[in-house]
């Protein structure tokens, strides 16, 4: 990726949703699914990116990321909304439609 994740999240004119995840977490397999059908139907109103902890431990550490997974939402270069752990499906969906909707 030529732009950061910072750099991204501050330009993006739309809703940018991160997922930190690593290969051997279990819980981010879990929300896999979720965040892949978050992209599907969202394309083109929000911006999803996948941040392998492993592979990217600056950009972890950049966003204090202390648990995966961790579920970051920014709106406006802002956070918006943010967790860690394995959430339901639905409610992954309804965090997302507040920032779009709002």
Not at 25 to 43: R, T, W
């Amino acid at each position: 990726m030529s732009k950061s994740l910072n750099d991204l999240i501050q330009s993006s004119p739309l809703p940018v949703f991160v997922d930190f995840w690593a290969d051997w977490c279990g819980p981010c397999k879990m929300v896999a699914p979720a965040v892949k059908q978050l992209a599907l139907e969202f394309s083109g109103r929000l911006v999803v990116v996948k941040v392998n902890v492993d592979r990217q431990p600056a950009a972890a550490s950049q966003f204090q990321v202390q648990g995966i997974p961790a579920l970051i939402l920014f709106d406006k270069g802002r956070l918006a909304w943010r967790t860690s752990g394995a959430l339901p499906d639905q409610q992954l969906k309804a965090e997302v439609l507040k920032v779009l909707v709002g």
